[in-house]
């Protein structure tokens, strides 16, 4: 054995010692029940030969720990973990103990990856209080996947070699100095340390951008996009222009081109007719498609478009894989917008007439910001004979937009009724007329005429997410709510804006989409179901998690000032989501105020909001993986699931495996998706966005394995009954392999925080 000789990091050859790897393993498994040494060593089957690296060996050890995660042995998880952290130590510090903070960062400037400008804000003496601040420990909390994240995406490093410059710990201290650095000098280490504590301890989760970018030269961290096209050709360039440069930037884009004019429909003079929508939505794909996401996949984007547009019948065939490529366009996702209307010709048995936008433009306007309006316009253009029109049965309609969501799992909804009355905003001053890639998001946008447009409006969106999973009362969501208020609020003056209209829209409006992850954790702990059981607690912590976000931005708007639209918000005349949510929620939950709302109304009429949006329920898969924690509200699929890479397929076990693994409410044991649309009712009732909710349907629990579209249509209707906003992904149980999550899938996890 002694003959083999290793070749180490620094280029030095020794010889091969065993111990070595058994004093590892014992570090790596110390105090760690249920895992063996001996196992790791056998399954990792190290074939040696002469000059082997030792990173080599180490990555061996590494994934014979990772492949012995399981349901029986969920601990290998934390083996796993240690040795990935041990070997980013290595790598960064030369040995396992930490470097301290301050050659960190100037060693990283001097490589180019650190902003600069850190180490002129901050002196010598502030270092070393954050150096003092910094929990190293706290790397040992992590899970394998957890890691893996930090390894693959998050940690300053150079992409070709992929050699690492920063540990865990490092890059959370470096994101709360940079966040906190223009706070007065009383106070900012105050900030830096409690928020260093609470996204380092998972209070607080942080998306992709900001985990990734912040603390380097990068300066574009808001992780949604949305863009509204107009009917113009410069309108149309300008769109996709600016999702050009925004896909540049990894964000998630969603493009209203509803307000496109139909096929044959006039052009000029009328000498010749229009093409029709589906050619723009090529070139917008081909626009989102032409950057890759840091050289790891294509851009992602969903389209949004009215029912009653005059393209209907083929646009929702789009995505499917039927036809040829040149009446297909499968790399965009799509979302179809309803009203109350098109429910009531649903219901009456009555037909919904498509129309050309350009020739109903009041009528377009309306379907956004005058619900009365728009069916009396409605009614009228049904009964003109001098304006372009087609019907079909509105059963058909909706049978159509299932069929399609069903078997594509990716055409979305939004009930535009719904987004408007009970949003943030008031409809007849700033309608919301599109969400984004995920369906979370609700904010005005206008069409850009040029790409540097100063009248347009391009929405972005910041995000973050509280975990309730380690929320143990209510009134502990003060301090994290105004932590996560506070810091993405600072993050908006700190990025850079690729396109005029996107920093004239968020200077106006400072929106943030703060959601929630490990809500199944949550409920687990408590002995609850996704069903009714749940709701009254549900609504409990969801009033205090909103009461709180929107009391942080109110305090910010008495220290700093409301932001300029403010006026153009519920907020402004002293509203709260809670104010104007659908009613028939209370046949679920009844309504109970807890929490001193009038008094935090009367705030809001004096100092107004400083940030126009304040809530989103996003997908939150890789910062749900970073702190261990179940996908955002979403019921998990198994308890142990596996998330396939671009490196291997990664298992991760839910939190709190050992003594709750008999108290989840798994995905495919539910009957159905009531009990949690019932659960998305409540939340949404005091969020004035969106949620990104799914519909999944376990074939096993229906006749003949086949999910009736009565079953699917009486969920859609509840879903808009109690007041359901958007609805993202259709899920369906299909047996083996379904537990696997595929990072290759054409996606883009900007807005999956």
Known sequence: MNDILITKRS??????????????????????????????????????????????????????????????????QYVAARLVNYKIRKEVYG???????????VANIERKVYDHTITDVYTTDEFDKMESFIKHERDNTFTYVGMEQFRGKYLVQDRKTRTLYETPQVLYMMISATLFQNYPKNTRMKYVKDFYDAVSQFYISLPTPIMAGVRTGTRQFSSCVLIESGDTLGSINATSTSIVRYISKKAGIGINAGGIRGIG???????????????????????VKSCSQGGVRGGAATVYYPVWHWEFGDLIVLKNNKGTEENRIRQLDYGVQFNKLMYERLLSGGNITFFSPDEVPDLYKAFYDDQDKFKSLYEKYERSRSVRKKSL?????????????????????????????????????????????????????????????????????????????????????????????RSLDELLDYQDYPVPAAMAGTERRRPLGIGIINLAYFLAKRGLKYNNDALSTIDEYAEAWSYYLIKASNGLAKEKGSCPASYETKYGSGLVPRDTYKKEVDELVQDTERMPWSELRSDLNEYGIRNSTLMALMPAETSAQVSNSTNGIEPPRSLVSYKQSKDGVMAQVVPGYHHLKNKYDLLWDQEGPSGYLKVCAVLQKYIDQAISVNTSYNSDHYPGGKVPMSEMIKDLINFYKYGGKHLYYFNTHDGAGDNIDDESEEDCDSCKI
Request: aromatic content about 8%; overall charge negative.
């Open 11 to 76: 280029g030095e050859r020794e010889e091969f010692e065993l111990e070595k790897i058994h004093k590892i393993l014992e570090w790596a498994c110390e105090d760690i029940s249920g895992v063996s040494i001996s196992e790791i060593e056998l399954r990792s089957n190290i074939q040696l030969y002469n000059s082997i690296p030792s990173a080599e060996i180490h990555e061996l050890l590494i994934k014979s720990s990772a492949d012995l995660i399981s349901e029986n042995t969920p601990n290998y």
């Open 95 to 105: 040995g396992f103990k930490p470097k301290t903070l301050h050659e960190v960062v």
């Open 265 to 287: 429909a006039r052009v000029g003079d009328g000498s010749v007719v229009h093409t029709g929508l589906i050619p723009f939505l090529k070139y917008f794909q081909a626009a």
């Open 393 to 485: 049965p509105a059963l058909e309609v909706f049978s159509m937009f299932l069929t399609e969501r069903k078997e594509t799992g990716r055409i979305y909804l939004q009930n535009v009724d719904h987004t408007n009355d009970h949003g943030a905003f008031i409809p007849e001053l700033a309608p919301v007329k599109m969400s984004n890639l995920c369906a979370e998001i609700a904010l005005p946008t206008t069409p850009l005429e040029h790409a540097d447009d100063p009248n347009g409006e391009i929405s972005l969106c910041t995000l973050s997410a509280i975990n309730w999973g380690i929320i143990n009362e209510p009134r502990e969501f003060e301090k994290y709510c105004d932590l996560a208020v």
